[in-house]
């Protein structure tokens, strides 16, 4: 069974930064691609990032400048690197792993901006 688990959310204030990370039970290069998404209360959950397995990464328009998106081969390990947080990034962090038409998640991670 292919286990997801997220860690290094908090609380964090504004402008503050933080490095989540997505570690995957198996060989990330069995997925087509590793994915992070996030929902806030009350909304629907989002597409951040992504780094698919030939390395080519992707963001949503609203955070590729603030958002960076890397991974360990060796550790099954991928991150989600957060600079200059706001109060709008408020919400549960959660990756994705696809392999073909099968979706894994994890059960996420919260990230809370408040000063």
């Known amino acids: 069974q292919v286990r997801l688990v997220e860690s290094g959310g908090g609380l964090v204030q504004p402008g503050g930064s933080l490095k989540l990370s997505c570690a995957v039970s198996?060989?990330?290069?069995?997925?087509?691609?590793i994915t992070w998404h996030r929902q806030a209360p009350g909304k629907e959950r989002d597409f951040v990032a992504r780094?698919?397995?030939?390395?080519?990464?992707s963001y949503a328009d609203a955070v590729k400048d603030r958002f960076t998106i890397s991974r360990d081969n060796a550790k099954n390990t991928v991150y989600l690197q957060i600079h200059s947080l706001k109060p709008e990034d408020t919400a549960v962090y959660y990756c994705?792993?696809?392999?073909?038409?099968?979706?894994?998640w994890g059960q996420g991670t919260q990230v809370t901006v408040s000063s």
């Open positions: 994705e792993a696809n392999m073909l038409s099968r979706h894994y």
């Open positions: 198996e060989n990330i290069f069995n997925f087509n691609a």
């Open positions: 780094i698919n397995v030939g390395g080519k990464i």
